[in-house]
């Protein structure tokens, strides 16, 4: 069992950043791959980025590609996304997700934190 807690979400101008973060509990944490998903009002919940278990591969989606960076620290239990360039389309509600076994950019994790709201104004 995982229990996710996302945290460092609020509001930014646009061109701004934010570094989210999220803590793991547990002392698996390096044995799962974590991924950052997002869902803005009235859309299905999308995926946006995803490392694997020992940093090897990062995965993003061509919207936020070239503006955000996963990261993880697996002493710490934590994985960070730093989000720069923010558009008033990033506006969303972000949530962290772990999984020990699933393809990194699908849907499929079995571990959800709460969210994290991001908002970017114009």
């Known amino acids: 069992q995982v229990q996710l807690v996302e945290s460092g979400g609020g509001l930014v101008q646009a061109g701004g950043s934010l570094r989210l973060s999220c803590a793991a509990s547990g002392r698996t944490f390096s044995s799962y791959t974590m991924g950052w998903f997002r869902q803005a009002p009235g859309k299905e919940r999308e995926f946006v980025s995803a490392i694997t278990r020992s940093s090897s591969f990062t995965y993003y989606a061509d919207s936020v590609k070239g503006r955000f960076a996963i990261s993880r620290d697996n002493a710490k239990n934590r994985v960070y996304l730093q989000l720069n360039e923010l558009k008033p389309e990033d506006t969303a509600v972000y949530y962290c997700?772990?999984?020990?076994?699933?393809?990194?950019?699908?849907?499929?994790?079995?571990?959800w934190g709460q969210g994290t709201q991001v908002t970017v104004s114009s």
């Open positions: 997700a772990a999984d020990p076994q699933t393809v990194p950019t699908g849907p499929r994790y079995n571990y």
